[in-house]
């Protein structure tokens, strides 16, 4: 247990459906962060909130709308999604966003996107 | 650019060290990290070194760092059967907004075979 954890842990939805991912961090971090983890490609950066404000995007698509209501929970909002989609979504937290912080991952959701 | 590789597959003998490599390509990165992937699992930290340190031990686990070359590896002690996993090396900068920006290898995945 890292103290972060995220839910639902798989989903399979359709490409016209909406759909939500849920991470929460029980670390009393500032920084909360999401990836994209495919088969046989590198973890890729998709978000950063520091403070609940967004600090990066990293170019990704507007089918994905990430939310950070409070520094404790980070959700990841999914519409009309493609089949290349499918992945490994991954929530990190830190205690800040600096760079001498280490990131703590939750377990994943597994998304299949039919 | 950033640019982290690493060897995708290792196995190893039981009670046998493991050396798992990796390369970088940014010199200005702060801090490296190994983390761990088990099956169905999220990222696990397993330790992380500071980059004006050439070595860091922490009980099996030995990190070794050649900035001149850019090179980092994680040897692993007496490698276990509950040591098969994927493991990730990754170099620490600050990304546009001052964050900790995290840059992944491909992962290698460590195979322990009796």
């Known amino acids: 247990e890292t103290g972060v954890t995220q839910t639902p842990r798989h989903l399979v939805m359709g490409m016209t459906n909406k759909k939500s991912l849920k991470c929460e961090q029980h670390?009393?971090?500032?920084?909360m962060y999401w990836y994209k983890q495919s088969a046989k490609k590198p973890l890729e950066l998709m978000f950063v909130?520091?403070?609940?404000?967004?600090?990066e995007n990293n170019s990704v698509p507007s089918r994905f709308s990430p939310e950070c209501p409070n520094s404790s929970h980070l959700f990841l909002h999914l519409h009309t999604l493609q089949p290349e989609d499918s992945a490994l979504y991954l929530c990190?937290?830190?205690?800040?966003?600096?760079?001498?912080?280490?990131?703590?991952f939750g377990p994943g959701t597994r998304l299949t996107v039919t | 650019g950033e640019d982290v590789e690493q060897s995708l597959f290792l196995s190893v003998r039981e009670g046998d060290s493991s050396v798992i490599n990796c390369t970088y390509t940014d010199s200005s990165s702060t801090y490296l990290y190994w983390y761990k992937q088990e099956p169905g699992a999220g990222l696990q930290l397993l330790t992380y070194i500071f980059s004006n340190m050439d070595m860091k031990q922490d009980q099996r686990l030995t990190v070794l760092l050649n900035k001149k070359d850019k090179h980092l590896s994680l040897r692993i002690a007496d490698t276990q059967t509950g040591d098969s996993a994927i493991y990730f090396c990754?170099?620490?900068?600050?990304?546009?907004?001052?964050?900790?920006?995290?840059?992944f290898g491909a992962g290698t995945r460590l195979a322990v075979h009796p």
């Open positions: 670390l009393g971090h500032n920084a």
């Open positions: 990190a937290s830190s205690p800040l966003a600096g760079v001498s912080y280490e990131q703590y």
């Open positions: 909130y520091n403070f609940k404000e967004q600090t």
């Open positions: 990754a170099e620490s900068m600050a990304g546009s907004g001052g964050y900790n920006k995290l840059i």
